[in-house]
């Protein structure tokens, strides 16, 4: 009975003085601000980047949304206004809906009279005022997406020279705690740089394609107002 307790206490005793590791978890916000004060500085840039591009992002996808929501009768009443003769009907109903759509239009049925071709020239003049105001700010997203990934290159480049200075300045016996800031710097400002890329890249490619259907939307328009004016009286 005494063996077993004495073997108990030991066990005990062993237990007790086993050391506590504690694992250490590191935030995301407490990754970024690791890297020192270069480092911070590309992370803020990088923040003001993807803020810049998400708010033109939306600020375009709501507008372009706006532009593409066009009556489905509104080239039928356009149509109806116009063989009939009611040249100011048909203007009032390009007015009351607020679209590249109307506008090209309006602009067309404002130069009823001049010949085919100056109608078609001042449609293609008013259509390219159009696409201007479709893709205002579109190329901050791609200059962000090409920008960013290369901001966060430069911060690995100057975490990679904290590191090496460090070590030329120590003869090489530089503290791990040293390097470990400069590597930290590399690695974080470029993973924030590529992501900040991706997403300005996505959204720039999804405005280009949604501008696209607008475009093609005012075309069909257009070449539909043309061959109103062509059918015969």
Known sequence: MLYFFQQDGVAEAAQEAEPVVEEKTLSLFDLMLSGGLGGQIIIIILFILLFAAVYIYFER?????????????????????????????????????????????????????????????AIENAGRLEVYKL????????????????????????????????LATSSGQAQMGALAEGIYTAMT??????????????GYNHLVVKTDKVVHQMEATAVDFLDLLNEPA
């Open 61 to 121: 996808l709501f507008a372009i949304k706006s532009a593409s929501q066009v009556d489905k009768n509104f080239m039928l009443q356009i149509k109806d206004n116009v063989l009939n003769g009611n040249i100011e009907s048909a203007k009032m109903r390009c007015a009351q809906s607020d679209s590249p759509v109307a506008r090209l239009t309006e602009k067309g049925i404002s130069r009823i009279g001049s010949p085919l071709e100056d109608i078609n020239t």
């Open 135 to 166: 893709e205002k700010n579109v190329s901050i997203l791609a200059t962000i997406a090409g920008a960013a990934p290369m901001i966060g290159f430069l911060g690995t480049v100057i975490g990679m020279v904290i590191a090496f200075h460090e």
């Open 189 to 202: 400002t470029t993973v924030a740089g590529l992501i900040v890329g991706i997403i300005a890249y996505i």
